[in-house]
Nanobody, 128 residues
């Protein structure tokens, strides 16, 4: 069973930065389309972007600000999300998710329903 664990959340002052990590274990597939989502208080969960472990650039919707940077360390089965110049609206629970299909990462559109594997989330709280 694929298992995902996020970490790196916490309290951060507006204007600062932080890096979230998602460690994957229990692999049963060679590669995965990895994603970051977030859910702000009172809002639906929203996708931030995806990145394929087999290579290629991350795919980030145009609606997502360029303050969000994806990276990965495949040797450690870890996906990262760096958030720069954090804002109050970045306060949310951040989740990583995984799906073994390349098509999820390459299709130009992704949704929660595409991902069968989820972490428990890590909370980010931005203070002014």
């Amino acid at each position: 069973q694929v298992h995902l664990v996020e970490s790196g959340g916490g309290s951060v002052q507006a204007g600062g930065s932080l890096t979230l990590s998602c460690i994957r274990s229990g692999d049963i597939y060679s590669n995965y389309c990895m994603a970051w989502f977030r859910q702000a208080p009172g809002k639906e969960r929203a996708g931030i972007g995806v990145m394929y472990t087999g290579g290629g650039d991350p795919v980030i919707p145009e609606s997502v600000e360029d303050r969000f940077t994806f990276s990965q360390d495949n040797a450690k089965n870890t996906l990262f999300l760096r958030i720069s110049n954090v804002k109050a609206e970045d306060t949310a629970m951040y989740y990583c998710a995984a799906d073994p299909r390349w098509s999820v990462c390459s299709g130009g559109f992704f949704a929660e329903e595409d991902f069968p594997y989820w972490g428990q989330g890590t909370q980010v709280t931005v203070s002014s």
